[in-house]
């Protein structure tokens, strides 16, 4: 194996210096990042087992086979049974996380849509978890949403009874995905929420992204993430941010330069063609977007054939919403939103 260290030098938004060391073989290369912290990087996640709710809904882990494509993730098991006439939610992961980043006790979008007679189902996108891989490409997050626009229905209807009408959570990297798929226009979708995914990133984080060797997987060091994901620390309850990396996994460099420049010439088209209502929610003290409210609210304009746009800045909070105080507030206002939403 022959190994390559490619320094980054300082990373002006996170006050960090990383070396990032690479070797080739078989497959994608494997890559570890060494930071300052003395923080082993946690490896990728795929073959857990251990499955979690928080409340007193079963949340159970699946593994399905659609077309020849494996694909695993986390959904309900609510024991009273969905409520009539309500969508399936189904929850695309962002980059870094797989799908028990919306099972995490106490954080759960799955628990809270079961308590609710709601079926939530996480899914692992592919190549996270056991979910199969695509083929590496520079425009990775476009075509997860076309693989998962094609098999979405089919994965829900392996684990119940096929829904009427399905609503699509993503967060970050899941919510490019979910916006992508809204575009597509199927019938089954009712809307979308998505959270953490934008158009303006600070300055130099794109340069960082793109000095990485391409077509690798990269661990980000914990002590790092959690500077890039969280807000300050009276943002958070005492179990975070340590309870939240129990979702951490690997992220292919592709999905990075691709969110931060693909995605963003992507975007334009694609939210005009969304016909479906939009819950947008973007954290205030998000270190991976820009989040002043005019570009917020630009944002939201761009959707100019949605039915209904609900947008909003969520104060005091970094960018895993989901993970801060007034997690709550923020994932059943989504699945309130979902609850108003109409199948086409």
């Known amino acids: 194996m022959i190994a390559t260290v490619v320094e980054l030098g300082d990373l002006p938004a996170f006050g960090m ?8 073989g078989m497959g994608r290369p494997a890559v570890s990042a060494e930071i300052s912290f003395g923080d082993t990087p946690r490896r990728n996640c795929r073959g857990q087992t251990e499955t979690s709710g928080g409340s007193n809904v079963g949340v159970r882990e699946f593994r399905v086979t659609v077309d020849g494509h ?8 609510s024991s009273e049974g969905d409520a009539f006439g309500s969508p399936v939610i189904v929850a695309i992961h962002g980059g870094t996380y797989f799908s028990k980043y919306f099972d995490i006790d106490g ?8 308590i609710r007679g709601l079926r939530v189902v996480a899914i692992d996108r592919p190549g996270y978890g056991q979910s199969t891989p695509l083929p590496d490409a520079p425009d990775l997050l476009h075509r997860n949403a076309l693989h998962l626009h094609g098999h979405i229905p089919s994965i829900v ?8 009408h399905i609503f699509v959570v993503g967060h970050s990297m899941g919510g490019a995905i979910a916006i992508t798929i809204a575009a597509l226009g199927p019938e089954w979708l009712s809307g979308i929420a998505v959270s953490g995914i ?3 990133v600070p300055a130099g984080l794109g340069d960082t992204f793109a000095e990485l060797p391409k077509e ?19 943002s958070v309850a005492e179990d975070m941010p340590e309870a939240s990396h129990a979702a951490n996994t690997t992220v292919p460099l592709s999905e990075l330069f691709d969110v931060t420049s693909g995605w963003v010439d992507r975007f334009p088209p694609l939210a005009e063609k969304v016909t479906v209502p939009v819950h947008y929610r973007q954290a205030e003290l998000d270190n991976l977007w820009v989040t002043d409210p005019p570009i917020v609210e630009a944002f939201a304009r761009s959707f100019r054939q949605a039915p209904r746009v609900d947008s909003s800045v969520a104060t005091g909070v970094g960018h895993c919403i989901d993970f801060h105080k007034g997690s709550a507030e923020f994932q059943n206002d989504q699945l309130d939103f979902a609850l108003g939403c109409t199948s086409k």
């Open 17 to 24: 210096r990383l070396s990032w060391d690479t070797g080739t």
């Open 70 to 77: 494996e694909f695993s993730g986390r959904c309900t098991e």
């Open 107 to 114: 954080y759960s979008l799955l628990a809270r849509g079961g």
């Open 157 to 164: 209807a392996e684990l119940s009874a096929p829904p009427t």
């Open 198 to 200: 934008g158009t303006v």
């Open 216 to 234: 690798d997987l990269v661990t980000l060091p914990t002590p790092m993430k959690d500077v890039v994901m969280f807000g300050p620390e009276e």
